[in-house]
């Protein structure tokens, strides 16, 4: 595995791939996935080097000292699932279904700015423990 200083900080994994599908890898700090994974057995998340796996087919979400599919997570993961609702904001809880509702249905929003008005999309700070990517 490749590393990179990004910014000059922690080094960013360039080739990282999901032990399952081989696929590409993003890092993810290690507290997000504390945050979103299930604790079935109170043991907690192994502390460890984490990666998401990118692709939409693959049940593993995550991967690193110990890998996790989609049923291990407390969220649903929006681009590994196929029917709606799916996630678009985790802080705020807003879905597919909900910004469709206010564009298509009530026709209340055209733009980026009116749905974030109308639904509270994109506007919260806690992405760092609420959503999969960390982001």
Known sequence: MQSVIF??????DNGAQCPICR??????????VKSLVRDYCGHGVPDGRYHLCLSPDCPVVYFGPIVYSKSDLKV???FKEKKSPV?????RGV???EIIKHVAERKCCCTFEEVQA????NT???CLTKNPSGK
């Open 7 to 12: 910014c000059g900080n922690e080094p960013v």
């Open 23 to 32: 696929g590409p890898g993003e890092r993810v700090p290690e507290i997000t």
């Open 76 to 78: 649903r993961v929006w």
């Open 87 to 91: 996630t678009v904001c985790y802080c």
């Open 95 to 97: 879905t597919d279904q």
């Open 118 to 121: 109308h639904t509270g999309a």
């Open 124 to 126: 919260g700070r806690e």
